[in-house]
Nanobody, 121 residues
Framework: VQLQAFGGGLAQPGGSLGLSCAAS????????IGWFRQAPGKEREGVSY????????YYSDSVKGRFTISADNAKNTVYLQMNSLKAEDTAVYYC???????????????WGQGTLVTVSS
């Protein structure tokens, strides 16, 4: 099983970036896919998840209204569109797959390697 997160980079405050999480060895449509992030010196926090079987989504208060999670089950890929980026969104972003609809990271079984998002002018 392998999850690969990519799409990070540098964005200006107010800008946008899109992240992708591509999977192999696992069918994402059978799982809950979460995005987490860890900023320097901070604990990892849950950002969003999608229940692929029915499309329900969850967002943390810090990103609600700015980030959108979606899935393309035919491509076995989950996306995180990040708009209106703020400096405090700077972090390494990870995708993960699990079987429970939660932002508790210990409930996720498979993790991608992380992709760095830097928001700075």
């Amino acid at each position: 099983v392998q999850l690969q997160a990519f799409g990070g980079g540098l964005a200006q405050p107010g800008g946008s970036l899109g992240l992708s999480c591509a999977a192999s060895g696992i069918t994402l449509s059978y799982h809950i896919i979460g995005w987490f992030r860890q900023a320097p010196g901070k604990e990892r926090e849950g950002v969003s998840y999608i229940i692929n079987s029915d499309g329900r989504t969850y967002y943390s208060d810090s990103v609600k209204g700015r980030f959108t999670i979606s899935a393309d089950n035919a491509k076995n890929t989950v996306y995180l569109q990040m708009n209106s980026l703020k400096a405090e969104d700077t972090a390494v972003y990870y995708c993960a797959a699990g079987l429970r609809a939660t932002m508790q990271d210990d409930e996720y079984d498979y993790w991608g390697q992380g992709t760095l998002v830097t928001v700075s002018s």
